[in-house]
């Protein structure tokens, strides 16, 4: 029988996924921060080994911005395929509330020294018996590490998604919505911008389970 855990243990592996039209986009292990049963928080960091577009992947090694325009085309045809990526030089941890069209997300470098908050914007989360399923909604905000500023991200490719039916009506209006939120609480230092984390690197790397569908 499957069992979906209503909150995970700190510490514990949990597999974040991106699944697109019940196909998935990306999935990636982490270890638990936090986890309330409403918001959870994840750890990840160098070495952990995840699955990636191959399309995005190639973008990350030659910077060639026509991979990047490849990848949504290939999410909008459902033709994709994932390729193993190993993360490399920086620490993540990333946070969400149930409810919420966006995550926020702290990069550290290996010093535990905050480089700069990042925000996705992604569908809210539901758990499964590996983790959580969200999506990415191709839309991202970059805020400095002491909160002064801020800027937009990858704005044309979420233009091109809308055009080619990524996202949906409804999700834009969502996304509308969540931007206006997540500016109001930066500019407040309200919420997950009033947290600080640090990642036990005395963990194991957390690893991807054998049996994961889409692995």
Known sequence: MTVIKSRFDVGETVV????FREKVWTASPHRVLADDGDR????YWPGIVSLAPCAWIASLET?????????????????WRLGRWTWRDTLWVSGQRVGDYFGVGQFFDQKHR???WYVNFQRPYRRTEWGIDTFDLLLDLIVESD??????KDEDEYRQGRRLGVISDMEHRAVQEARDQVIALIEQRRGPFAESWTINLTWPLPMLPLDLPGA
């Open 40 to 43: 959870i928080t994840l750890a």
């Open 16 to 19: 974040r996924r991106d699944v």
């Open 114 to 116: 905050l480089l700069r």
């Open 63 to 79: 910077g060639n911005p026509a991979e990047r325009d490849r990848m949504t085309v290939d999410l909008a045809s459902g033709q």
């Open 147 to 152: 909160l002064s500023g801020y800027r937009w």
